[in-house]
C-alpha cells in the first residue's frame, strides 16, 4: 500500500528563520515528487516537482530534495515571513495518474 | 481561463440529500482529477477525466457517487443521497497531460466545502 509519512506535523518558527520539513514514501511505481502549499481554505499550490533523477529543486526561498534510493525527500525554507504559514503537503506520483498525499506538515511563522 | 474555478464555495445538505458540484478546469488543458479533503489534509482521488472520457474511476464510491465532463460545460460530481460522511472538502484540479509520470502540475481549484447535516 502507497504510504506518506510527514514529519513533524506541526511546527512554529519565528520570522527570519529557517525550516526543514520531511517526507519518508513508500509508492511504487514511483516516477516524481511534489511538495504543494496550501494556505488555510485555499486548494494547495505546486511548489516544485522533482523526477526520480533529480536530487534538488529550488523555487525562490523554497528547496526540496529527494533521495529515490531511501524514499526520503525534504523541504527547506529560507528566511522564512509570516505568508510561509500554511500546510506543506509532500505528494509522490507512480503510475498513470496516481498521486499519494501526505497528511502535510502545519507551518506557522510568528512575528 | 487561468484558474480552475469551482461552485459553490460552501454547500449545506441534509443527510439523504442530493449534492452536485461544479469545476470549470483551466482552459487547454485536458484532464480534469476530482479529489476529497477531509480531516488533517488528507486527500483522496476520486476520478479523473480526460476530456470528456472517464480515465481513472478508481477512487469513486460508486453507488451513490458519479460525475461527468461533457464538452463546452462544466464538469460535475454528483453525490445521490448524501451521508454524513462525505463531509468535506472536494477539490477539482486540471492538468495539460494527466500522467503522474510526466511531472506535470496538477492546479487546484479553491474546493468546495460540502456540509451534511
Known amino acids: 500500500k502507497n504510504q506518506v509519512e510527514q514529519s513533524p506535523q506541526s511546527l512554529i518558527i519565528l520570522e527570519g528563520k529557517n525550516c526543514t520539513l520531511q517526507c519518508n514514501y513508500t509508492v511504487s511505481p514511483f516516477s516524481n515528487l511534489r511538495w504543494y502549499k496550501q494556505d488555510t481554505g485555499r486548494g494547495p499550490v505546486s511548489l516544485t516537482i522533482m523526477t526520480f533523477s533529480e536530487n534538488t529543486k529550488s523555487n525562490g526561498r523554497y528547496t526540496a530534495t529527494l533521495d529515490a534510493d531511501t524514499k526520503q525527500s525534504s523541504l527547506h525554507i529560507t528566511a522564512s515571513q509570516l505568508s510561509d504559514s500554511a500546510s506543506y503537503i509532500c505528494v509522490p506520483g507512480g503510475a498513470g495518474n496516481m498521486l499519494t498525499f501526505g497528511g502535510g506538515t502545519r507551518l506557522m511563522v510568528k512575528p | ?117
Not at chain 2, 474555478?5 to 449545506?12: D, E, F, I, R, S
Not at chain 2, 487547454?28 to 488533517?40: A, C, E, I, N
Not at chain 2, 476530456?51 to 461533457?70: H, I, Q, W, Y
Request: glycine share 8%.
Open chain 2, 1 to 117: 481561463g487561468e484558474e480552475v474555478a469551482q461552485t459553490p464555495k460552501h454547500l449545506v445538505r441534509g443527510e439523504g440529500q442530493k449534492a452536485k458540484l461544479y469545476c470549470a478546469p483551466i482552459k487547454g488543458h485536458s484532464y480534469v482529477f476530482w479529489y476529497q479533503q477531509v480531516l488533517k489534509n488528507e486527500f483522496k482521488f476520486l476520478i479523473s477525466f480526460q476530456n470528456e472520457n472517464v480515465f481513472d474511476e478508481t477512487g469513486m464510491p460508486k453507488e451513490r457517487f458519479s460525475a461527468k465532463c461533457l464538452p463546452n460545460s462544466p464538469c460535475s460530481l454528483e453525490i445521490q443521497a448524501t451521508k454524513l460522511e462525505d463531509s468535506a472538502v472536494y477539490f477539482c484540479a486540471s492538468s495539460p497531460t494527466g500522467l503522474a509520470g510526466t511531472a506535470d502540475t496538477q492546479y487546484f481549484g479553491p474546493g468546495t466545502r460540502l456540509t451534511v447535516l
